[in-house]
């Protein structure tokens, strides 16, 4: 156990910096093993203190000076402490860091045998002394200087001089705009560039780089493409300019997490960047898209108006995953981006909000803020953005966000600040709304139903309740827009959508008019993050899954009458009939020529392990696993004829194209594929086995391979040392490889992934990898994972212990796995909790484990 109990950071205890920092200059001999770090600072006092107290970690300090003289300092693990100092002052200081031996990837690390940063959130008082926070706001002049091997040398802003000094040469960049020091980047190293240029709406020309591994420069085109039409989009939509002549990407491939949004020099993992048909899958191409346009658009939502504090993370966060959803619904397709933004949110924030992390989408104390980078104020804080949008209109939404650009450019501000741009531009009372982001939760709202039909009356019944949770035991009604339109039993519409609000705790509605028995659509595209229970029969949600016009609903009906039957079989009351009926309701959606194949894709997929795990309490993983399997055979059996038919006629020709519309005819297919996997015969076998064969892309090949593993056996095996020879030389490539082993449900498989741990190719010290392996197995493997006799918890805390003295930031991404104990069969629970005690026992656990592990102890 730690010896000292670690104090959390506060919301309520800010306060503003003692002093500002104006200018920064840093010098940089970049050397693997021992680069030198000078830093020039002009610092000016900002209240009445004449002590700075700066942040560092790791810092080997060599010298300290003010105004050109040599100042005493009291230097901690953690602070340099400078006392009686003039009302402003330049100083300066000079430290020695070691890349090399950097493996919690924070600060300034080598990946592939280049120098590069992370400074978000507190890297980079692993690079200099400095006030590492995120009000502290500076203009950057950054020189570096190393061998001429580190081919390019980059850093945010514009290149204002370089030269050559022997074996050595040197880059000088000057960024003009004021920015907190999370955003500093800087990259060194042999790189191939892609390059292209973009005209903004003011008519200037921007360089537009993409920088790779050698060789690899075609297989960033794709990334180029997203980043001109993010760039055009965000001019249309948002009216959103570029402000430097220059914009760079750079892909890394060890990162802990998915980008990062530096100014000017965008620095990527690999597994975001780089595509092409032969190695990419076509989620990796969405991803790649959407995540291309996040960075971009932090340029404004981050970076131009920045945070006050961590805290108000979801302000720029939760702002630009709104953007960035709007903007691939825009490129793919309103319904199917609106179908898996939803998806991903019940995964992952549906399950932090009912367990024992749960936290407000502006948290209030943290011991590490690394640990908040979560589901909650990402995607949570979209669908806020989202709801105030619905609730003010487009015109109010809009006049609210140009406020908000116009008031706050140039400033670290808070979310306070954002939300009265909007009361401001409106008129309108926004203080209930706020609630959304103090409150942790899902609210859960209910809808009953009275109808008269010799009125025509129907009387709505809206109530809301939302459970405590860790540190909130009473909760308050937050207003929701509830998006409502009626259909008849026949699927005829009886009413468009209207957005009712539901302001309190209970709310009666009535609507005339209603001709005809009503068939509710309510909450359609989602309108709300909430869980919906209405007092509807399911033959309604049948009239909902054949006819309703909203994509998005109709694509719930059918998760909801999946989910009710693979529940009701996992609890010992199975529905043979109701079963059938709901295969043949699918088999005729699928039928339906209107819709197109993404969405019935989506359709075919029956909801997901982890998700039916949160509507069972307790959880019994492996009857849902079962539960859920017997359905899939079944609709294997009533759809055999259809999905052959699909999988036969969707077969590709010509040339690839990696454009939503044939996406989702890879998509459609390899789901049938899949459903036909659940019943194996020797001709499914044979299909699977054509259909890795004649791949010739990865979405097909991974379609194909993972068919195969379901079916087991020979086949299967062959698959894979076919697969693993192919790629062995494309790390990325690899890295589905092992997450697809990580993910076969059948019995063997811990032993497999134990196996797998000690593969030549496996390398813990990269995050990609490890999360291929350990991350897969733990979070899309419910049925091995939580394997009864708690071999699968053992397994994931063995490497959380380990992996959290090399990189402690991607250890704790694994605790959450085991968070949930309380959710589960008691003797599951137990053993999840047993396996965190153990892991909040070891000696020196760093921070970002301890918060995690205690709180879901707690
Ligand atoms: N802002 C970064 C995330 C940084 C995570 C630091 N632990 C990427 C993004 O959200 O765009
Ligand atoms: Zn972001």
């Given at each position: 156990m730690r010896t000292e109990t670690p104090q959390p950071v506060r919301l309520s205890d800010y306060t503003p910096p003692s002093h500002l920092i104006d200018t920064v200059h840093l010098d940089f001999d970049l050397q693997p093993g021992a680069t030198r770090v000078k830093a020039t600072l002009s610092v000016r006092r900002n209240g009445e203190s004449d002590t700075l107290v700066l942040d560092g970690e790791g810092l080997s300090t060599h010298r300290v000076r003010v105004d050109g003289q040599d100042h005493p300092f009291e230097e901690t693990a953690e602070t340099l402490t400078l006392t009686g100092l003039p009302e402003t002052f330049t100083l300066e200081t000079e430290v020695q860091i070691d890349p090399s031996g950097n493996t919690v990837l924070m600060g300034l690390y080598m990946s592939g045998g280049r120098f590069c940063t992370q400074c978000e959130a507190e890297g980079f008082r692993r690079i200099t002394w400095f006030?590492?926070?995120?009000?502290?706001l500076s203009r950057y002049t950054v020189r570096m200087e190393a061998d001429t091997a580190f081919h390019h040398l980059l850093a945010n802003g514009n290149l204002i001089d370089s030269g050559t000094l022997g074996a050595r040469h040197f880059a000088v960049w000057e960024d003009p705009f004021p920015k907190p020091c999370y955003l500093f980047a800087m990259v060194a190293g042999e790189l191939d560039a892609l390059e292209d240029s973009f005209t903004t709406m003011s008519g200037r020309a921007v360089a537009l780089k993409v920088f790779v591994d050698p060789g690899m420069a075609s297989r960033a085109e794709y990334a180029l493409d997203s980043l001109k039409r993010a760039m055009k989009w965000d001019e249309e939509v948002f009216g959103r300019e570029y402000d430097l002549d220059l914009f760079m990407i750079v892909a890394v491939r060890d990162f802990n997490f998915g980008a990062m949004e530096n100014k000017g020099l965008n620095i990527f993992n690999s597994s975001l960047l780089l595509a092409d048909a032969a190695t990419a899958t076509d989620m990796d191409y969405e991803r790649i898209e959407s995540v291309v346009a996040h960075e971009y658009f932090h340029n404004w939502t981050g970076d131009r108006i920045t945070c006050r504090d961590w805290f108000q993370l979801c302000l720029k966060e939760g702002l630009t995953v709104f953007r960035d959803q709007e903007f691939s619904a825009d490129m793919r397709g309103h319904a199917v981006q609106r179908i898996k933004d939803v998806k991903a949110l019940r995964a992952r924030q549906f399950p932090e909000d009912a367990g024992p992390l749960a936290h407000p989408v502006?948290?209030?104390?943290?011991?590490?803020?690394?640990?908040?980078?979560t589901a909650t104020i990402y995607e949570k804080g979209s669908e806020v953005i989202r709801m105030l949008k619905a609730l003010l209109g487009d015109e109010g939404f809009w006049a609210g966000m140009n406020l908000y650009f116009e008031r706050h450019d140039g400033e670290a501000t808070t979310v306070e600040a954002f939300i009265q741009c909007f009361a401001d531009a409106t008129g309108k009372d926004l203080d209930a709304f706020f609630g959304w982001y103090e409150q942790a939760g899902t609210p859960k709202v209910t809808i009953n139903r009275r109808y008269d039909a010799a009125t025509g009356q129907l009387e709505l019944t809206l109530k809301q309740v939302t459970a405590p949770t860790p540190g909130q035991p009473t909760k308050t009604a937050l207003p929701l827009p509830v998006a409502l339109g009626l259909l008849d039993e026949d699927g005829r519409v009886q009413a468009e959508t209207q957005i009712l609000v539901l302001d309190g705790a209970e709310t009666t509605i009535t609507l005339e008019g209603?001709?005809?028995?009503p068939v509710l659509s309510a909450l359609r595209g989602f309108s709300a993050p909430v869980k919906l229970e209405t007092d509807a029969p399911a033959d309604h949600d049948y009239v909902l899954l054949a006819a309703d016009t909203d994509q998005f609903n109709r694509w719930e009906s059918g998760q909801r009458l999946g989910s009710r039957l693979i529940l009701a079989r996992a609890a010992g009351e199975p529905d043979p009939a109701g079963e059938t009926r709901f295969a043949e309701a699918l088999g005729r959606a699928l039928d339906d020529q209107a819709a197109n194949d993404a969405f019935k894709a989506l359709l075919l997929s029956l909801p997901s392990e982890q998700d039916l795990a949160m509507e069972m309490q307790p959880a019994d993983p492996a009857a849902i696993h079962g539960a859920r399997d017997v359905l899939r055979g079944r609709l294997a059996e009533v759809l055999a004829d259809r999905l052959i038919r699909l999988h036969d006629a969707l077969a590709h020709a010509g040339a690839f194209s990696a454009d939503a519309e044939a996406a989702g005819r890879r998509a459609l297919r390899n789901a049938a594929l899949d459903l036909l996997t659940?019943?194996?015969s020797e001709a499914v076998i044979e299909r699977a086995r054509a259909h890795y064969g004649a791949a010739d892309n990865m979405t097909d090949a991974i379609g194909g391979l993972n068919a195969l593993i379901a079916l087991g056996g020979e086949a299967s095996d062959t698959a894979l040392s076919a697969f693993h020879a192919r790629w062995k030389h494309e790390p990325l490539v690899i890295d589905k490889w092992f997450a697809a082993q990580a993910r076969?449900?059948?019995?063997?498989a811990l032993g497999r992934v134990m196996g797998l741990t000690t593969h030549p190719d496996f390398d813990a010290k990269n995050p990609n990898r490890l999360r291929a392996l350990v991350g897969a197995f733990a979070s899309f493997n419910p049925a091995r994972f939580h394997d009864p006799d708690g071999s699968g918890y053992r397994f994931l805390a063995d490497w959380i212990i380990a992996t959290d003295k090399v990189n402690p930031m991607t250890a704790a991404r694994f605790v959450e796995a085991l968070?949930?104990?309380?959710?589960?069969?008691e003797d599951l629970g137990g053993k999840m909790r047993e396996q965190l005690q153990r892991i909040a026992a070891v000696e020196g656990l760093s921070k970002n484990v301890f918060e995690l592990a205690t709180k879901a102890l707690a």
């Open positions: 006030l590492d926070r995120p009000d502290v502006r948290p209030s104390s943290y011991l590490k803020i690394d640990n908040f980078y209603v001709k005809k028995t659940a019943r194996p076969d449900p059948s019995e063997l968070g949930g104990w309380r959710r589960y069969r």
